[in-house]
């Protein structure tokens, strides 16, 4: 079924450009409940199960949400255009990177 894993994500800005700069990065447990007392009231903690693979020489991670219907799609492409080959079996929707609803700190609402 898979294992779990916990992740902090550290968000602030650069003095000097402004610009929001955000530190992810993997966590135990037991630091992952540590970081939980010190969250942010209005947010709650997002769950999801994430399924990688590879396809046509790029990379994919399905992000599904488990508590809403909701699944967002990872790509890296290794194309030297940049283009993006998805495998007949996905309903891929509407690009959505410079959405600011669909970011994390959103989704944890």
Avoid: M, W
């Avoid at 630091?31 to 769950?47: F, G, I, K, T």
């Amino acid at each position: 079924d898979g294992s779990s894993s916990y992740g902090h994500v550290a968000v602030h800005l650069d003095p000097d450009t402004g610009e929001q700069i955000e530190r992810k990065r993997r966590c135990s447990p037991r630091e992952y409940r540590v970081h939980l007392s010190n969250a942010d009231p209005d947010r709650a903690p997002v769950a999801q199960k994430r399924l990688h693979f590879l396809y046509d020489y790029q990379s994919f991670v399905v992000h599904q949400y488990t508590d809403r219907d909701c699944s967002i799609l990872h790509c890296q492409a290794a194309r030297s255009d940049q283009s993006i080959a998805f495998p007949a079996l996905l309903q891929v929707g509407d690009e959505i990177t410079d959405d600011k609803s669909y970011s994390a700190y959103h989704q944890a609402k």
